[in-house]
């Protein structure tokens, strides 16, 4: 789906175009959780999922870190989607957040 980049906007895009499972890499850190559907953060490096292990759902820096393969983080993944869509929690929506996610964009640029 063509949406903008940054996080809320961009999921919010999703929801309204159908999705009911997000999933979404962060390098950052960003806490998004979305109310409407359950969002999957997975930390592209270990340091970051380590900081925020209460936030991040899964930890792709396993594979910078040499010790999972793509392939391997690639299969958690699927399997999370799986747990979660049959009805497992993310971490955000455990903690009760994302009421004030919901975040509708204007045409042009977001910065």
């Known amino acids: 789906m063509d949406t903008p980049g940054l996080d809320p906007v961009s999921m919010t895009g999703l929801v309204a ?5 997000g999933v979404f890499t962060t390098g950052r850190g960003s806490v998004y959780g979305c109310k409407p ?3 999957i953060k997975i930390a592209t490096n270990t340091r970051l999922f380590e900081h925020m292990e209460e936030d991040m759902d899964l930890n792709a820096g396993t594979i910078l870190d040499g010790s999972e393969t793509v392939d391997e983080v690639g299969g958690r993944i699927f399997e999370k989607r ?3 869509a049959g009805g497992e929690k993310t971490k955000s929506e455990a903690q009760g957040l994302g009421d004030e996610e919901f975040a509708p964009w204007i045409l042009g ?3």
Do not use: D, I, Q, S
């Open 17 to 21: 175009g159908g999705c009911n499972l």
């Open 37 to 39: 559907m359950p969002c």
């Open 82 to 84: 799986v747990r979660v």
């Open 109 to 111: 640029p977001t910065l």
